[in-house]
Nanobody
C-alpha cells in the first residue's frame, strides 16, 4: 500500500505565492519521477511539472518561470508557485512513479489539494 498526501492548497490573491507539498508513504522501495498535475472545473487534467530521481525537471509552458518543482527528500515533492494568476485555479494532484517494495512499478495519485486565486 502506497499513499500520497498533498498539502498547502489555499485561497490567495493574484500575484501572490503558494507552496504545495506531497509526501509519499507505505511500501515504497524507491520513487522514480514525481509530478504535479492540475484540473480546473470543466477541463482535463494537465501536467504542470515533473522532476526525476536524478533531478531533471520539466514544466508546462503556462507555468515556466513562475513555478518550481523540487524533491525535498526521496519521498517528498514540493511545488513553489509564484506570481499566481486566476487561471491557475484548480485542484492540484501529486503523482509518483513508485517501485513498490518486492513489487512492480506503479503510478500513484494523491487526493488533490484546492488552489484558488482571486483577481
Amino acid at each position: 500500500q502506497v499513499r500520497l498526501v498533498e498539502s498547502g492548497g489555499d485561497l490567495v490573491q493574484a500575484g501572490k505565492s503558494l507552496r504545495l507539498s506531497c509526501v509519499g508513504s507505505g511500501s515504497i522501495f524507491s520513487i522514480n519521477a514525481m509530478s504535479w498535475y492540475r484540473q480546473a472545473p470543466g477541463k482535463q487534467r494537465e501536467l504542470v511539472a515533473t522532476i526525476t530521481s536524478g533531478g531533471s525537471t520539466n514544466y508546462a509552458d503556462s507555468v515556466k518561470g513562475r513555478f518550481t518543482i523540487s524533491r525535498d527528500n526521496t519521498n517528498t515533492v514540493s511545488l513553489q508557485m509564484s506570481s499566481l494568476k486566476p487561471e491557475d485555479k484548480a485542484v492540484y494532484f501529486c503523482s509518483a512513479t513508485v517501485v513498490v517494495t518486492r513489487g512492480p512499478t506503479i503510478q500513484y495519485w494523491g487526493q488533490g489539494t484546492q488552489v484558488t486565486v482571486s483577481s
